[in-house]
């Protein structure tokens, strides 16, 4: 579609002949609204497109131009003059596909053309972006750069031949095509991979892997994912191309034996005459090797979750909580006492309290505290959470937040005591939320760079799956595992995470231990991202959390201790301090001095900043190549 289209001209397009790909409820944002539709792939007479039609109905006559889309930002001021239209684009005329996690953890995606500008498309489930892609590789030949497919419109001449073969529309030369396109598919794909990788390894050799993280030269949404240096391909024997990665696997380490758990006993030894705690590192110590005894948890948690001051006295502590009583009851009567006529022209209000309410229905039903119609404390968690909103406005509610608060309820069965822990968990874990996904982001892309350096085996299969961006991950990240392990279990490991005593975020080396206790199936099976999703969907409520904790804490140290720490995982993960430069004299660090001085390199553009650019590229990667003594894997 074009902005001259009219609508004669839409009635006027062939009836379809085929349907390729749906999806329904796929949302369209402008201007920070949404609306829900069908989303389709299809095939008009001799044409294919992609389209998208509003639930709601919607007037023809009122055919709202193209430019009116505005700009692909949630901050667009623009607003349309009708309501949302359909869209239709030609596939023939797609330059390129992003591909990003949005709001409230929805996978979406960004279409660019060369004339037109379109709204984000948010989709109901991460694998029916995954499905949409595989799909139009029927119509057009991508180039991946990291998280963007890009188009290879100089192949668009080749599918037009290719389609030709089709002769009479007989099984037979259905087949021939079908045999003739993906063979050649797959070639030309792995052959591009393979050269992207080789120069991969050669901007590797010479300037080291910097690793692009959120924020530092990069768009605020881009998950950024590291470049893996990987060295070689080569054909075996009744295979298609096969890409290997040098890299020596990180050596399993034995786990970690968990401490004897932090007893009541033991609590009451670590308080004064006047009720303060002391010795309070040596408490969380013994609670992160260990785990907190279940009936103590009510009585420690309101210290570990900033509830109380860990100094504070018995009286203190009174007082705090007479004083939050109070703040309590001013914030849940602001919101209560909201009128009809204000929440009609009150639309901030009205959608955190649909989703609110949305959530709370369906937020750990199966547990007995929960169960049942009209149940109260479901009704609590209702009023708490809206209460939360009063008190972070600018943050107010967004989906997964109410995950984080039933445990806590359920623990306490006190909503005062419930809703102030809740402050200080998400006063731990609030940018989880943040609409531009940016702490979630970089924490994907810091996993990613974990499992490359311990498995790149494992990191290999992922990228060859269009899974490296980890986004199969992304709800471990958001609300810490809380969906993954049984009952007390979630208890256990959000005190571990709370207590970790090491300078870096223990949320990562969870992900990665899992990662690498599953790492055989996904590899043996050869499990596509739609696999892989689903594979990690089904390790809920059966993962064993001791296994796991005593594996996060081997890795931990396994990597810390080893001699070849990567720079951005030295800095950005295990955030250890580097030597001053002005201290080492002239013993300077090369990889450290790259990373801090230059910006890192696009795939596609150079391979080291020493080459000649005014050189022809493909002599400079055959020279580049010849000159390596490199052998296949035996």
């Not at 037979?172 to 063979?183: F, G, P």
């Not at 050596?251 to 010795?279: I, K, N, Y």
């Not at 209702?382 to 509610?397: A, H, P, R």
Request: glycine residues 4%.
């Amino acid at each position: 579609m074009t902005e001259n289209n009219d609508t004669e001209e839409l009635e006027e397009l062939p009836e379809v002949t085929k349907r390729f790909y749906e999806e329904y409820d796929v949302e369209l944002f402008y201007a920070d609204k949404g609306t829900s539709g069908t989303f389709a792939v299809l095939e008009r007479g001799e044409c294919a497109y992609i389209e998208w039609t509003p639930f709601d109905s919607y007037d023809v006559n009122n055919h709202m131009s193209f430019d009116e889309w505005g700009v692909i930002a949630h901050d667009s001021t623009k607003e349309p003059s009708v309501g949302m239209p359909p869209l239709r684009i030609p596939i023939s005329t797609i330059d390129s596909i992003k591909q990003e996690i949005g709001a409230r953890g929805r996978a979406c995606i960004i279409i660019s053309t060369s004339s037109q500008r379109l709204p984000v498309i948010y989709f109901p489930k991460l694998d029916s972006v995954y499905r949409l892609i595989q799909c139009l590789k029927r119509f057009l030949c991508f180039i991946r750069d990291r998280d963007t497919l890009v188009v290879d419109h100089s192949r668009a001449g080749l599918h037009k031949v290719m389609k030709e073969l089709e002769l009479d529309g007989t099984a037979t030369s259905n087949q021939v095509y079908k045999k003739i396109a993906v063979d050649f598919q797959d070639v030309y794909d792995t052959t591009l991979s393979g050269l992207s990788k080789v120069t991969n390894f050669l901007r590797g050799s010479v300037v080291g892997k910097p690793v692009s993280r959120p924020g530092a030269q990069t768009s605020k949404t881009a998950v950024t994912n590291p470049t893996p240096p990987e060295h070689l391909c080569h054909r075996p024997a009744e295979q298609d191309f096969e890409l290997y990665d040098l890299r020596k696997p990180l050596d399993r380490a034995a786990p970690v034996a968990r401490d004897e758990m932090f007893t009541r006993a033991l609590w009451e030894t670590h308080f004064d005459s006047e009720g303060r705690v002391c010795r309070v590192k040596e408490l969380q110590d013994r609670i992160f090797g260990g785990g907190c005894q279940a009936d103590l948890r009510q009585e420690v948690w309101p210290f570990l979750l900033n509830v109380y001051p860990w100094n504070s006295t018995l009286e203190e502590r009174a007082a705090i909580m007479e004083q939050k009583k109070k703040e309590y009851e001013v914030l849940r009567n602001q919101w209560k006492s909201i009128t009809p006529a204000q929440m009609k022209r009150f639309s901030l209000y009205r959608d955190r309290e649909a989703l609110v309410e949305k959530d709370v229905l369906r937020t750990d039903r199966v547990l007995e505290f929960y169960k049942g119609q009209d149940n109260p404390h479901v009704a609590d968690l209702y009023e708490m959470l809206m209460t939360y909103c009063q008190y972070n406005f600018d943050l107010g509610y967004v989906q997964g937040m109410s995950d984080l608060l039933s445990p806590l309820y359920l623990l306490f069965k006190d909503k005062l005591m419930a809703f102030w822990a809740f402050v200080g968990y998400m006063d731990m874990v609030e940018a989880h939320f943040f609409l531009d996904q940016q702490k979630i982001q970089g924490k994907l892309a810091d996993l990613s760079s974990l499992v490359y350096y311990c498995d790149s085996e494992l990191y290999n299969h992922l990228e060859k799956e269009d899974s490296s961006n980890f986004f199969f991950c992304f709800r471990w990240l958001l609300i810490n595992f809380k969906r993954e392990f049984r009952g007390d279990d979630v208890l256990e490991l959000w005190e571990v995470i709370w207590t970790c005593p090491y300078n870096t975020d223990y949320t990562l080396f969870i992900a990665t231990a899992i990662l690498l206790q599953e790492r055989t199936p996904i590899i043996e099976k050869k499990m596509c991202f739609a696999d892989i999703l689903r594979y990690i969907n089904d390790l809920s409520q059966h993962i064993d959390l001791h296994e796991v904790l005593g594996n996060t804490e081997s890795l931990f140290h396994n990597i810390r201790s080893q001699p070849d720490i990567p720079f951005n995982i030295r800095t950005n993960i295990l955030r250890i301090a580097e030597t001053p430069l002005s201290s080492l004299g002239s013993q300077h660090n090369p990889e450290r001095d790259f990373a801090e001085k230059t910006p890192e390199p696009a795939d596609h553009v150079t391979m080291s900043r020493d080459l000649d650019e005014s050189r022809d590229p493909a002599s400079l990667l055959v020279e580049n190549v010849s000159n390596m003594s490199l052998e296949p894997p035996q």
